[in-house]
């Protein structure tokens, strides 16, 4: 007979295609642990849609090297790229390169010089 684990506790965060859910367990031993599942969407090519989950389990003696560790990347990606969200870089087309072509043709004037081969 398989035992069902019980949320005692959960928060949700929707994040456009990823959801977050986050979730207290309880162990056998009775003491708490953490489930993070990531859930994004996606599309099947006949417009139905599915889901793939990633789940970290984290348990409390993970906990403030976890934080610390956590809060470091996040400190340092705000340093180094700031906290403004690039949406551009979100699209599906994106392309670094391209941009990169551009910026890289740029004259002192401030226009672009355009080679067609480059698009």
């Given at each position: 007979?398989?035992?069902?684990?019980?949320?005692?506790?959960?928060?949700?965060?929707?994040?456009?295609?990823?959801?977050?859910?986050?979730?207290?367990?309880?162990?056998?031993?009775?003491?708490?642990?953490?489930?993070?599942?990531?859930?994004?969407?996606?599309?099947?090519?006949?417009?139905?849609?599915?889901?793939?989950?990633?789940?970290?389990?984290?348990?409390?003696?993970?906990?403030?090297?976890?934080?610390?560790?956590?809060?470091?990347?996040?400190?340092?990606?705000?340093?180094?790229?700031?906290?403004?969200?690039?949406s551009e870089r979100h699209q599906k087309n994106y392309s670094s390169e391209k941009n990169n072509h551009f910026a890289?043709?740029?004259?002192?004037?401030?226009f672009t010089d355009l080679n067609f081969e480059d698009i």
């Amino acid at each position: 007979m398989e035992l069902s684990q019980e949320e005692i506790y959960s928060k949700v965060l929707r994040a456009g295609r990823r959801t977050y859910f986050f979730d207290v367990r309880e162990t056998k031993a009775s003491d708490y642990y953490l489930t993070i599942t990531e859930s994004k969407k996606f599309t099947n090519e006949d417009g139905t849609f599915y889901y793939k989950k990633h789940k970290i389990y984290l348990y409390k003696e993970d906990f403030t090297e976890f934080k610390d560790t956590l809060g470091d990347m996040m400190n340092f990606i705000i340093k180094e790229r700031g906290d403004e969200v690039i949406s551009e870089r979100h699209q599906k087309n994106y392309s670094s390169e391209k941009n990169n072509h551009f910026a890289a043709a740029q004259n002192s004037n401030g226009f672009t010089d355009l080679n067609f081969e480059d698009i």
